[in-house]
């Protein structure tokens, strides 16, 4: 039963993952609607437990914190210092189950490119719920980044009837204006 996912980056030398409490709420969110969408009403005890942002914390905090710990002790630091920043992404697996598991990986994060950094604009394909991070997705975009030239860091969805920009590929775009 569907996979919700969202991919996260730390701050302050690894000491901090940015906006972390707006991810646990698009996930939960991503859960909610995978709930709807599946009309599930029985056995549902641990999927409402994981669509409420509060009560998913306490999980995603678990793995997250036992997954960097794990790549702390994995890879040598210097003094004991994290001087790189990390790329976190957790999923919850059977999301809407009675039983969903959730899982984390971290890596480091590349380094940041030298500017300018190069986007594309892209026509937004049909995604019936783009605040919904489905697992689905990952599969779907891969045609869309195949096409990506190879001078460009990352595409942008747009919306081609409202001209709103709604996500990154791969990356939580924001637009200070």
């Not at 971290?106 to 940041?112: H, S, Y």
Request: proline share 5%; glycine share 2%; charged share 25%.
């Amino acid at each position: 039963s569907g996979a919700v996912y969202t991919t996260a980056r730390t701050c302050l030398n690894g000491s901090h993952i940015l906006e972390w409490k707006a991810h646990i709420e698009r996930t939960a969110g991503s859960v909610a609607v995978l709930l709807r969408e599946e009309k599930k009403e029985k056995d549902t005890a641990n999927a409402l437990f994981v669509s409420n942002p509060l009560l998913l914390r306490q999980r995603l905090d678990a793995s997250v914190q036992s997954a960097l710990r794990h790549h702390r002790e994995k890879h040598q630091y210097e003094n004991n210092s994290y001087t790189m920043e990390l790329r976190i992404t957790v999923v919850v697996v059977d999301a809407v189950s009675s039983e969903p598991k959730v899982c984390c990986h971290v890596t480091q994060l590349p380094p940041i490119p030298n500017p300018p950094i190069n986007v594309e604009i892209r026509d937004a394909p049909n995604r019936s719920h783009a605040s919904a991070k489905d697992s689905s997705w990952v599969i779907r975009r891969s045609p869309l980044e195949k096409l990506l030239n190879n001078d460009m860091h990352e595409f942008l969805l747009m919306d081609s009837k409202t001209k709103l920009i709604y996500e990154g590929s791969q990356t939580n775009f924001y637009a200070i204006h």
